[in-house]
């Protein structure tokens, strides 16, 4: 959020002021640990200098920033911005916005101790209320958006998409994203997957790698819902959760090395300063010396010798150092750009595994039959499954296949039909033979092309294996 500026006073409130711009720089960085720090700082200066509007901002951010791992903690701080506004109000914009982070706070607190959401609603309603006559379309927006929050907590999920389409009519394009995922969400929580898809296909994650993420993996769980497909759809939330911990693991990374180059600009720095205080101390020395006694003119210039070849030293030093501060940089950069072509190849494995489940679900199903009837696969059919299984065991049949040329088809697709964990019987049926004959055929693929031996390991385990 962003609260009306104010004309500082003094020193000291302008002190509270830069500290303040430094927090957001180093948040914006992704540095939350400094930024809390610099917060924390900024809201001890703003109180000794009494700088009331730096004050309550101060809290709202730190508040904000500590909303995710500490909500009691962030709803304390809020309502102590809340009480130094009252005391010192300057714009009723600020007075929503404190407003609806402290009900968006106590909502959470209230959802992870299951308790009642009245102090949330106290919160959000006054906020919205206040938007409302005053025609702040914005706030109004934001506030019907923490209503359907609120009351999508409560699981009164028909009241969250009343809320939630309200907010939608308000909203502008930064905040339509956040709006349309709380409408999507509650639609989903209604089983309207329909209308869910239609909403999450609405938003638009530009260059937000992570609201990608939320849009991607809702969409394949909306197609997994329909298909009742519980076990794929919790393999591929268990692959999100492994995407969404890297990214977290890559702005811990970001955040270390914006702290290191601090770090480096103010050694830069106090080079620089030692410096220029040597080079001022050189020129009074020259010029005393020049004055007091020609003779120490030659011990001046052996002092400027060693002190021109310390400062080259210390030049060369500082210039390998930034030298090795961009090769750190651009191996950032590196990784980065392979972080986010690794989360692309996972949204296209997503994509590919729905569109494979979709496309041949019948072809399982006749595989699946029981009885003793004949089963007759066309050579499109096996292809499929073959395709299939290559998308889901990491082209396993291809690496078979590159392995060993030589191998009849029929061989493969008895390993295909084995890896599926078809029956004897039912392979019986497929290709006119007796269970017997298919066990011996089994027992003679497995030795004669995997060179496997050892009566105790089954074909099936020989395939996982590979």
Known sequence: MIACSQSQKGADTQTAKNCLEEAETAFANDSIHLGETLLRKTIHLA??????????????????????????????????????YEQHPDDERNHVILMDYAGTYAAQVAFTKEEPFDEALEFINKAYAIAEKNQMTDLMCQTLTSLANVAWAKEDYRLAVNHARHAETLA???????????????????????????????????????????????????????????????????????????????????????????????????????????????????????????????????????????????????????????????????????????????????????????????????????GDSLITLQTQEWSEIERTLNAIDNDRFAHIRERHPDMQEDDIRLCILTRLGISNRTIGNIYCITISAVQHRKLKLKKDVFGETNPDITLEQVLNSK
Request: aromatic share 8%; glycine share 0%; net charge negative.
């Open 172 to 370: 502008t394009d930064h905040l339509r994203p956040g709006t349309l995922q709380v409408l999507a969400r509650s639609y989903l929580s209604l089983n309207m997957l329909d209308s869910a898809e239609t909403v999450y296909r609405q938003i638009e994650p530009g260059d937000d790698v992570h609201l990608a993420y939320i849009v991607q993996s809702n969409l394949a769980k909306i197609v997994l819902q329909r298909m009742n497909a519980k076990q794929v759809e919790d393999d591929i939330e268990e692959a999100f959760e492994q995407i969404e911990d890297f990214y977290y693991k890559a702005l811990e990374q970001k955040d270390l090395y914006y702290q290191e180059t601090l770090r480096k600009e103010k050694e830069n720095q106090q080079l620089e300063y030692r410096n220029r205080l040597y080079a001022r101390t050189l020129l009074i020395v020259i010029v005393a010396a020049v004055i007091i006694f020609l003779a120490i003119v030659l011990a001046l210039r052996y002092r400027i010798r060693m002190l021109h070849h310390q400062r080259e030293y210390e030049q060369s030093k500082m210039e390998n150092e930034l030298f090795m501060q961009e090769q750190e940089k651009h191996r950032l950069l590196q990784e980065a750009e392979h972080q986010k072509t690794q989360l692309h190849q996972a949204n296209e494995v997503v994509s590919f595994l729905k569109n494979f489940i979709l496309e041949r679900t019948e072809v399982i199903k006749k595989l699946n039959q029981r």
């Open 47 to 84: 109180e000794t200098s009494a700088d009331w509007h730096t004050c309550y901002i101060a809290y709202q951010r730190l508040a904000e920033a500590l909303s995710q791992s500490n909500p009691e903690e962030a709803l304390r701080l809020m309502k102590k911005a809340l009480i130094i």
